[in-house]
């Protein structure tokens, strides 16, 4: 879904969420809060816009890389477009290829993927910006998606949203609410996950400190760096392998749910074309 106006529902400083059913929320936002706590409603602002640029180039990047992949096999049955000018590949592609997307990948999906390679703290003026800062901004508009969509629909007619009824919302816009609520609190735990990471390696760093303090040869200051990096790139790499894993889990859920949809539909079809009259 993206950055676009969740601060506009839900304040990322100073909301609140009210429904006593969702006692969780509060959680996910006091948390969150307490992590960028320092930052300036501008700066959270610049962290978002900045987290929706990763997602995007991620998404942009995964998109290449399905369309590389499709070149290299030879499989030009899947590609859209002409010789001239390839516009993207056909929904079969996700059969045959790892296809992610903002349509099967959440956001905190993508920003876990991309920000080891995307990530430079220099490109926003914020003095100090953490990784595990970009995740507790994500949490609170994680929040506003919530927020969105549970206490708002959207009118066509108005073409915008407006504040549901008292109780007029249905299972289906609940469930899809609720994932919201669940990536937020997946998203702080993530954040204070990689804020345990950094405190750790800080504490290695001092214990390494007091040892070369003790020492007749001196352990340097690239040697130290050495091993703050390796011990880092050891996390990095552990933590890089459960994703991956559970990816791999995740895309095979996908792709059989992608697969019963679409046998369902067959199926239907097959019964009743007339339902169908725009697949004639």
Known sequence: MGFYKQFEYFDPQKGSLTDWRFPQASSVIYRARSIIRNRSRDEIFSIAEDADQII?????????????????????????????????????????????NSENTSDLDALQEAMTSLFDPTILEIEGLKEYEYFAVLALWLIGDFIQDYEHKYDFSQRKYVPRERNSIDAYDTAKAAKHLIDAMESVCYAEKLRDIERLELKYQEKIEKIQAGKAVKIDKTDLDGIMEDLRKQIQSETQERRKEQSIKNNDIRHQTNRQIKKLVQDQFAQDPRRFNSAE
Not at 72 to 93: M, N, P, Q, V
């Open 56 to 100: 995007s180039a991620y998404f942009d990047q995964e998109k290449q890389s399905v369309l590389d992949a499709i070149k290299s096999d030879g499989r030009y049955d899947l590609l859209e477009g002409d010789e001239d000018r390839i516009t993207g590949f056909k929904d079969e592609a996700a059969d045959h290829y790892d296809v992610r």
